[in-house]
């Protein structure tokens, strides 16, 4: 465990204050909207130390809005240990800024990656257009921006949302894009699902895309060690390769951990003792340097 001290990057966790003064809820958000009472960097602190300060990139959470501060104050406290994934509409009935100028305000605090939701993640299709969903002049400022400032798009979507994606990627090779999750890809009925694990898959013929490999309590049985989930990395691993996929614990979301004191430490063992189809250094790129490598140094 020594070498990963103080080395790990979480790739995806939700955080948010129970300082609703300094940091209120968007309008129409109350307490028991909430997923749990307050989520902080402390608390997930409290059962991954044994790791030492694992890094952790902040993920904007859905009630906050468009309003940034809490994950921006934390990245200013601290921007060897923060970093930031930010939400910025490409689409809005109502007049905003542009949003690539937006994305390149928020890097400068350190927000490095802006989630964007596919038609089946909680998100409207866009106006109907299900198989052009990205086809607006707002993401298309996102993608030039992310090509130019190296700045990352972290989609929440289903594979059903890939096509328009595949058709972005095309024309903006240069643009980081993030799947998050794993596309919703997970054992359904107890069988892993091969046409789905093709079609995530074949993603990786896209050189700017890299994969959020988790949550591992929410892709099978959800119960550690998580053994079930094994042949699932080997496939993704063997499509993008270890410098394409970044480990996330997705601490805080809506799919919890049964026992984050055990899970953690955990998921981060199904990587490093039972994941035999890897070496060592695969294992160093998974946990640590895929993520920081893009989130930590720029």
Known sequence: MSELTNLIVDAHIHVWSPDFDRYPLALGFTPDDLWL????????????????????????????GLDHRYILDLIASDPTTYTGTGIVPGVSDVSLADPGKTMYALSEGGIRAFRVRGGKTGRPTAFGRANRWLDYPGYEAMFKTGAEHNLALSFLMGLEDLPDLIR?????????????HLCGVRIR???????EIRALCRMARYPGVI???????ALGDGKAPYLDLLPLIERVVDAFGPERIMWESDSGGP????????????SIALIREHADFLS????????????????FKY
């Not at 972005?168 to 998050?180: A, K, N, S, W, Y």
């Not at 009925?189 to 046409?195: Q, R």
């Not at 060592?280 to 989130?295: G, M, N, P, R």
Request: overall charge negative; hydrophobic content about 40%.
């Open 280 to 295: 060592a250094s695969d294992k160093h790129q998974i946990l640590v340097k895929t993520a920081e490598d893009f989130f």
């Open 37 to 64: 009472p307050s989520f902080t960097p402390d608390d997930h602190f409290a059962y991954s130390h044994p790791f030492g300060k694992v890094r952790l990139n902040l993920v904007q959470m859905t009630w906050y």
């Open 255 to 266: 799919i919890a951990m049964q026992d984050p004191h055990t899970d953690f430490a955990a």
């Open 168 to 180: 972005m990627c095309r024309r903006f090779p240069e643009t980081p894009v993030i799947l998050d």
């Open 189 to 195: 009925d107890g069988v892993w699902p091969e046409h």
């Open 211 to 217: 994969l959020k490999l988790g949550p591992f309590q």
